[in-house]
């Protein structure tokens, strides 16, 4: 969503580099491009005014005049001036004293509540709770029948007493989830009410009644991130006639420009709480201000990133892995181990999102949008075409194997062949990271095994290497070294050839364990 303006700053950022002071004039032409590039991202007017005095102010005061890199003073103000208008610090849900805790979604027809509610239930069933969905939107075609579905499949439960399409009163609905969850042990009551096309009595009226009927600890007012400006009227308009707590972002993975994301915060006071980023039921999470600035500055959000790991990963299978690749050269880490891992990351998560997260990628944008993702389903299914002993020794597949291998799966002989080697290749990697040998021209890591002792030895080989007597061939020997160094320093982001658009994504062999 905010690729247009990432891509804007990050050019408004390159031409501050390199420069050892910035000059007045320098700083008023950043702020005019930033103006411009949030202006262009559809931002709120008051919104970018208030921002750009306030990078202005801050531009042109001691802490970029005195810095030894007035450049990464300006980005680094620029970032805290986002999480400003973000919302500051990460807002978190108030819950009740005494269960159950009461949360009201409110909003526009079309703004995503009720798959909202469903993804908000399976979150805070991932957080130890058990939540209630509650049908209340009792005028939308299907409504009640769409919040079943999506109850059972995120696995909570549901209150829909009515059949809706118009038939029903949905305070009477409300109110009497609030028994219903305490007699069935429910600690959370989520509230799915109606919406309009627009603003309008009946929609405030009722909503009003809802909110007063059940006294909810949160009132969350849902807002289709893609729909611009007039998010942010929509907002001012639900704040004032029925009031709401906190804001949730739906459609965050759209192609909109996101200005209603850094408008909605600063202009109601109110802080995002959530956001919606795909259509599937797990793709929700907390908003954070911080993550989310860091992203549109092109830095990644590699705290997320763990986030996701963490909970998809357990420590103990993690620790059998490492054992594994540990141990005689890694030798007892196996197809099966290499598939096992391969769904674990595919768990995490589109591999182009999750790549998204790491710092730099921004300038790869285009090539990890182009990444296949059925390329993971591919692996998998050549894996699982093979036979349990050739899983846990690779090297007996043959070529009539692979010819069997290849019409089991759908492939060409090729890609099996591909895949075998390139296991081999990936364990032996991480088998030499897992025993401390570190990855090509890094040290090892510390404490495990490739320390400074390891260092001195790969000097003093260095230093053993002696120059041929012969003038030609020691010749040949500094051009073929000045020609690697220089490939060397051309390279891009984990090992990427730089300056080539046009190339297909490719990731380096060792990363290809992860990504399949």
């Not at 994301?261 to 709480?273: D, E, F, K, N, P």
Request: proline share 4%.
């Amino acid at each position: 969503m905010f690729d247009t303006l990432s891509d804007r700053l990050a050019a408004t950022f390159k031409n501050l580099r390199g420069k050892g002071r910035l000059s007045e004039a320098d700083i008023d032409a950043t702020a005019r491009e930033i103006r411009i590039a949030l202006l262009e991202a559809d931002v709120a007017l008051p919104v970018v005014r208030a921002f750009i005095k306030q990078v202005k102010e801050r531009a042109l005061g001691a802490e970029v005049s005195q810095a030894l890199n007035p450049a990464q003073q300006v980005i680094k103000i620029v970032n805290e001036e986002l999480v400003g208008i973000l919302g500051g610090e990460t807002r978190r849900l108030r819950f009740a004293k005494t269960a159950p805790t009461v949360i009201m979604l409110a909003g526009l027809q079309g703004a995503g509540k009720t798959t909202l509610a469903g993804k908000l239930g399976l979150w805070l069933k991932g957080q130890g709770h058990s939540p209630l969905l509650v049908a209340c939107d009792l005028q939308r075609p299907n409504a009640v029948n769409q919040l079943s579905v999506v109850a059972e499949r995120a696995g909570v439960g549901v209150y829909a007493p009515e059949p809706g399409n118009g038939v029903g009163d949905p305070v009477q609905v409300a109110k009497d989830s609030i028994e219903y969850a305490r007699t069935k042990q429910y600690d959370i009551v989520i509230v799915d009410t109606a919406g309009r096309l627009g603003i309008d009595q009946e929609l405030m009226r009722q909503a009003a009644d809802i909110r007063d009927a059940v006294s909810p600890d949160e009132v969350l007012f849902v807002v289709d991130a893609m729909i611009g400006q007039d998010a942010v009227n929509t907002a001012e308009a639900f704040r004032d006639g029925v009031g709401f707590d906190g804001v949730v972002l739906s459609k965050l993975d759209g192609d909109a420009r996101g200005g209603a994301a850094l408008s909605i915060a600063h202009v109601t006071g109110r802080q995002i709480m959530f956001a919606s980023n795909g259509e599937k039921l797990d793709e929700f999470d907390a908003f954070h201000p911080d993550r989310m600035a860091s992203r549109i500055l092109g830095m990644g959000d590699v705290l997320s990133l763990i986030e996701k790991a963490e909970q998809t990963f357990s420590q103990e299978e993690a620790a059998k892995m490492a054992s594994k690749l540990a141990s005689s050269k890694g030798k007892d880490f196996t197809l099966d181990d290499f598939l096992a891992q391969m769904e674990q990351v595919r768990k995490m998560g589109s591999i182009s999102k999750l790549l998204g997260m790491l710092p730099g990628m921004a300038q790869m944008k285009e090539q990890i949008n182009n990444i296949d993702e059925r390329d993971v389903d591919r692996t998998a299914a050549i894996i699982k075409s093979m036979t349990p002993g050739e899983r846990q020794d690779p090297t007996i597949i043959n070529g009539s194997r692979r010819a069997r291998i290849a019409r089991g799966s759908g492939v060409e002989v090729s890609a099996v062949k591909s895949l075998v080697e390139r296991f081999f290749e990936a364990r032996k990697m991480m088998s030499r990271m897992a025993q401390g040998g570190g990855m090509p021209g890094m040290p090892g890591i510390p404490g495990m095994g490739g320390g400074p002792g390891r260092q001195k030895k790969q000097q003093k080989q260095a230093k053993g290497k002696r120059k041929s007597g012969n003038p030609m061939k020691r010749k040949a020997e500094e051009q073929a070294e000045a020609a690697r160094r220089e490939q060397a320093q051309q390279g891009g982001a984990f090992g990427l050839p730089a300056g080539q658009p046009g190339q297909d994504f490719e990731l380096p062999d060792e990363f290809k364990k992860f990504m399949g």
